[in-house]
Each structure stands twice: as C-alpha cells, then as structure tokens.
C-alpha cells in the first residue's frame, strides 16, 4: 500500500529554517517525480517544488533561493529544506507522487500525505 | 506561467442535483488536466486524470470533458459526502498551476 507521511512542522520564527520530511511507503521515491504543496490558512493548493527521478529540481518562484527539495533513496524519504521562512509561508505542507512512469496518465498527484502545519510567527 | 481560471468560486446545490465546474487553461496543456477532490482538514484526493479518465476507485458519478483549454468536472447527481472543495491542476509545463477551487456548499 502506498503510503506518505510528513512530519517536520511546527513553530518558527520569522528568518528560521526547518525541515520537513517525507516518509515513503510502498513505492521506491527514486523511480517517480515528487511535489511538496502548500495550502495557506482558508486559501487554495499552492505548488512549492518538485523532484524528478532523475534528480532534477524546481522550485516556486515565491520559494527560489530560500527552499530545497531533496530525496534520501536509502531512507526512500523526500525532504524539504525551508530557509529563511516568512510569515506568508505559514501553511499546510503537503507531499505528493506525480505518477510520470507512463505518458497516458498525463501526469496527475495520485497519493498525497496527510499534510504538516508551518507556522511563521514572531 | 500557464493561468488556470476556474469557476465558479462556489455554489450552493441540493442532494440530486447534477453540478458542473471548470477550468479554462490561459494556453494549451494537452490533456495534462487533473481535479481533486478536498475535505476539511484533509488532503486533496484524485478524482480525474487526463482530463476524462476516472481514478481507481472514484464513483463513476464523477466525469471529467476537455474542450481546447477548456475543462469540466461533473457530478452527475450530487451526493452528501460530495459537499467539498473542487481544484483543478496543470501539469503540463512547470510551475503546475491550480485552480482557484469551487466550494460546493448545501442549498
């Protein structure tokens, strides 16, 4: 059974870093593109940053320079690394699985975690 | 970046009624169109890839039609547990691009 689950949020100043992390489940992360997205209080879905199984990243524009997606193959973990946070940062941070092994499914999020909240607060 | 504008932001319908949102792509993304489904303090769920193929699993009272840029999402008769919020998602071209949602409330 194919499983996420995040962990990592919390608390945090303006200007301070965290780290979220992915754990993945019954599936290998290496051989599928991953996202993290980010739901602001009362707002819609956000796309922050993929990672595709190749290695490659992108990120946000909102997010570039201040945030890193990167992946553990032996822990089979994604990760989010977030600098320099602000207060409009303040989210539900979601992972999900980009299914990208065969172009007929046009690249849909089939799995997602069940979130993990970043506050940004002073 | 590719714009998905979608509409309505909300709308109120009763049990039975047949409701229908959607998304206009500010320029083409093949069919590389999915919708979610999203519950209070839940996570977003797959309902439509491909912008008309149903997800394992999903009531086939969900569809999904594509029209140029123009995508739909139906419920052919509106349930209680389809009272939530409605995205559509771009992944054709990075950034992937979301709709605004549509948050289906009771009449």
């Known amino acids: 059974e194919v499983q996420l689950v995040e962990s990592g949020g919390g608390l945090v100043q303006p200007g301070g870093s965290l780290r979220l992390s992915c754990a993945a489940s019954g599936f290998t992360v290496s051989n599928y593109y991953l996202n993290w997205v980010r739901q602001a209080p009362g707002k819609g879905l956000e796309w922050v940053s993929i990672i595709f199984s190749g290695g490659n990243t992108y990120h946000a524009d909102s997010v570039k320079g201040r945030f890193t997606i990167s992946r553990d193959n032996s822990r089979n973990t994604l990760y989010l690394q977030m600098n320099s946070l602000r207060v409009e940062d303040t989210a539900v941070y979601y992972c999900?699985?980009?299914?990208?092994?065969?172009?007929?499914?046009?690249?849909?999020?089939?799995?997602w975690g069940q979130g993990t909240l970043v506050t940004v607060s002073s | 970046d590719i714009q998905m504008t979608q509409s309505p932001s909300s709308l109120s319908a009763s049990v039975g009624d047949r409701v229908t949102i959607t998304c206009r792509a500010s320029?083409?993304?093949?069919?590389?169109l999915s919708w979610y489904q999203q519950k209070p303090g839940k996570a977003p769920k797959l309902l439509i890839y491909?912008?008309?193929s149903l997800q394992s699993g999903v009531p086939s009272k969900f569809s999904g039609t594509k029209s140029g840029t123009d995508f739909a999402l139906t419920i052919s008769s509106l349930q209680p547990e389809d009272f939530a919020t409605y995205y559509c998602l771009q992944t054709y071209s990075i950034p992937p691009t979301f709709g605004q949602g549509t948050k289906v409330e009771v009449k």
């Open positions: 320029q083409s993304v093949s069919s590389y």
């Open positions: 999900a699985r980009e299914i990208s092994s065969s172009p007929s499914f046009y690249n849909p999020l089939d799995y």
């Open positions: 491909a912008a008309s």
